[in-house]
């Protein structure tokens, strides 16, 4: 485990461990660190750093009313999964909105959650991102590329 960790630390001073990579979920791509490890749970895509100091879940649905303007959408997402402090934005040009939440974790130290949702009307979409708060420094900035880096790939070529 020892080398692994140290390992880690050489990679990461290098830099390429954040080399970003092109990734898709049905018509839903972002840039993803290649380094990191996928694993698909329950049709969520799970990516953790080699490191083990942070993961990521991606999530995509469908839109199940027809017609649904995107910033309504938006709207309801956050509603069902707790209205307060989002801050909204556009990720790949549609509506979105992300929000940062701190819990303890059983360890006893701080994790960090970092949400980005979004929706075009037709397509739904979650980046979730955990990180050890006292990793913030390192993993804060890759949360942000990840997850304003989804794009909707329109049916169709439109």
Do not use: H
């Not at 390429?16 to 990579?21: E, F, R, V």
């Not at 303007?69 to 707790?82: E, F, H, N, P, Y």
């Not at 979105?96 to 701080?110: E, I």
Request: charged letters at 20%; aromatic letters at 6%.
């Amino acid at each position: 485990m020892m080398l692994g960790t140290i390992l880690a630390v050489v990679v990461a001073a290098g830099g390429s461990a954040d080399a970003l990579a092109q990734f898709q979920v049905k018509n839903v791509s972002l840039q993803v660190p290649a380094a990191w490890t996928r694993v698909v749970e329950d049709g969520t895509n799970k990516f953790s750093a080699p490191s083990g100091d942070a993961y990521f879940l991606v999530d995509v649905g469908a839109v199940q009313t027809a017609g649904m303007k995107a910033d309504t959408c938006v709207d309801k997402i956050v509603r069902s999964i707790g209205g307060a402090n989002w801050t909204r934005l556009k990720v790949g040009g549609q509506p979105a909105a992300k929000r940062l939440d701190t819990d303890q974790s059983p360890s006893g130290g701080a994790v960090d959650t970092v949400t980005y949702v979004g929706c075009d009307g037709k397509t739904t979409w979650s980046v979730v991102f955990y990180l050890e708060q006292g990793k913030q420094e390192r993993f804060a900035p890759l949360a942000e590329k990840v997850g304003t880096s989804v794009k909707l790939q329109r049916a169709g070529g439109k």
